[in-house]
């Protein structure tokens, strides 16, 4: 199920209790969409939200943008309507929150089979809570289902009893050993939130903390951030120029019997091509969302 290299680079969250915030969505570059049903969605307004998020999706005009429904847990009283409610929305998956166990992946995928969601429907998981984390490799592999891992860092820095610093030095254990476990079984990742929307440089500088980890994208609260993390979590030009240099550099050596070469006084091996692949391919499926996007808002 994973799809490592679609563009996750911007994913939005917005209440599905929030009618304006849904619509708003279709205009917005963001390379994927939260609608969540959980803890954006006050008790008394879960079934509104629920009926108004599958309203929002079967009317698309979300076009090529990555749709995500986060469900209520299983254990709420909300859970088992939350699934059958998106197994036939036409979303691309469900988010269940604070996994702690591949069990509870499973039970989920078969509530959503039960409901009739189709085969190409991804789960998603949110590890968010300590034992989440460290049970992370065993939920990896929970399911063929299964797409990538969000980060939930406010729950997570709660359960810690951790600080939120600018350095997130407090999370980098959990950071690193969900990142791990989603590397290690091909699983996309996404990074958490950034909760202060006055801080644009700590923002960035968490984007780029992100990045420089490993994560694919980083989970948003407002759109006034996509700009930031469409940019931090993009290869650069010069990335990409690279990239395809010793991609061309490789291919020729390898055409004359050779296994290595040296571009610009570096050793390139079939590692660091096939990572220069990813990057190439990457960059062009943005280019790709991005241009689709401007033609669904003009
Ligand atoms: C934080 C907000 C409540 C602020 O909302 P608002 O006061 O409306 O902001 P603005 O006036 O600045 O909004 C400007 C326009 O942008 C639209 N907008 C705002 N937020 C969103 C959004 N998230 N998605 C789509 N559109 C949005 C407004 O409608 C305005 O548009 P316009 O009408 O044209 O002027 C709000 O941003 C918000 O609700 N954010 C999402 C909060 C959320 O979903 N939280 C839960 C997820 S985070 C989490 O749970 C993390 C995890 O579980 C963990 O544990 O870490
Ligand atoms: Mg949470």
């Known amino acids: 199920m994973a799809a490592t290299t679609r563009p996750r680079r911007s994913v939005l969250y917005m209440p599905g209790s929030n009618p304006r915030a849904l619509d708003k969505a ?50 709420t009283p909300w859970g088992q309507s939350d699934i059958v409610a998106a197994a036939k929305s036409g979303a691309d998956a469900i988010l269940i929150p604070k996994v702690e166990s591949a069990d509870m992946v499973r039970q989920v995928e078969a509530a959503m089979v039960a409901a009739g969601a189709p085969a190409s429907m991804a789960i998603w998981c949110m590890l968010e809570t300590p034992r989440g984390v460290l049970r992370s490799a065993e939920i990896a592999d929970s399911t063929p289902r299964l797409a990538g891992f969000v980060m939930g860092t406010s729950d997570l ?36 939130v950034h909760l202060d929307l006055e801080d644009d440089e700590g923002f960035e500088n968490a984007c780029r903390q992100g990045q420089d ?27 990409i120029e690279w990239s395809k240099a010793i991609i061309a550099a490789h291919t020729e050596a390898v055409a004359a019997g050779k296994g290595v070469v040296v571009v610009g006084g570096r050793l390139i091996e079939l590692l660091h091509v096939e990572n220069a692949r990813r990057l190439v391919d990457l960059a062009t499926r943005i280019a790709r969302l991005d241009s689709a996007l401007k033609d669904s808002s003009s």
């Open 26 to 75: 279709r205009t917005l570059a963001a390379d994927g969409l939260i609608l969540d049903l959980e803890d954006a969605v006050a008790p008394d307004a879960k079934d509104d939200a629920r009926r108004q998020v599958v309203e929002a999706l079967k009317a698309g005009g979300y076009g090529d943008r990555e749709l995500l429904v986060r469900v209520n847990g299983l254990a």
């Open 213 to 239: 980890l490993g994560f694919d994208g980083k989970t948003l609260i407002h759109p006034k951030t996509i700009a930031t993390a469409n940019r931090v979590f993009a290869p650069t030009e010069k990335e």
């Open 157 to 192: 820095a709660k359960d810690l009893h951790c600080a939120h610093t600018r350095d997130r030095q407090p999370m980098v254990t959990a950071l690193g050993l969900c990142l791990l476990a989603a590397r290690a079984s091909g699983l996309a990742a996404l990074d958490g």
